[in-house]
């Protein structure tokens, strides 16, 4: 069963909207972070496989990118909100949005740490011996560590 979530990201569009569209803040597997230590796939396919789920390879959705900044759009709000009108006094307009990029990098850190917020299907137990651990997601920490943040400008 896939878990539902609703946010409202009005506050947020409110905020870009205010401090402009010169710069944006992009989250997920870059291709400098992609690469695995085996070679045989990148971190941005075993990602996607995950995200969407792989029917023919029986691979369930266990969203670790769109479902944490969803769920967590309010907590990402506040963190990446410290300080802002300081820096945005300061002109330092994308500081204020490398901190969201930072906050959603732990929104999604934090659904791995948490097997989705409790939302991910468990693995199937042949899956469990074959890896001899019950962990989702978290084999070689590969896939966790490829996430990363980045303002750009359009």
């Known amino acids: 069963m896939q878990a539902k979530f609703n946010s409202d990201f009005t506050k947020l569009n409110k905020f870009v909207k205010a401090i402009g569209e010169d710069s944006r803040v992009q989250v997920g597997i870059f291709q400098?972070?992609?690469?695995?230590?085996?070679?045989?796939?990148?971190?941005?396919?075993?990602?996607?496989?995950h995200e969407?789920?792989?029917?023919?390879?029986n691979v369930p959705i266990r969203s670790w990118l769109m479902m944490p900044l969803r769920v967590s759009a309010n907590q990402i709000v506040k963190?990446?909100?410290?300080?802002?009108?300081?820096?945005l006094a300061q002109g330092y307009k994308d500081r204020v949005l490398k901190?969201?990029?930072?906050a959603c990098e732990n929104a999604i850190l934090d659904a791995f740490r948490t097997?989705?917020?409790?939302?991910?299907?468990?693995?199937?137990?042949?899956?469990?011996?074959r890896k001899g651990s019950t962990a989702i997601l978290m084999d070689t920490g590969q896939l966790?560590?490829?996430?990363?943040s980045r303002v750009v400008k359009p």
Do not use: C, H, Y
């Open 115 to 129: 097997g989705g917020f409790g939302t991910w299907e468990p693995l199937k137990p042949a899956t469990i011996k």
């Open 79 to 87: 963190e990446g909100s410290l300080g802002m009108i300081d820096l």
């Open 144 to 148: 966790r560590r490829s996430v990363a």
């Open 52 to 57: 969407l789920g792989v029917i023919s390879r």
């Open 99 to 102: 901190e969201f990029g930072f």
């Open 32 to 49: 400098n972070r992609s690469q695995r230590k085996d070679n045989s796939t990148t971190n941005a396919e075993v990602g996607l496989s």
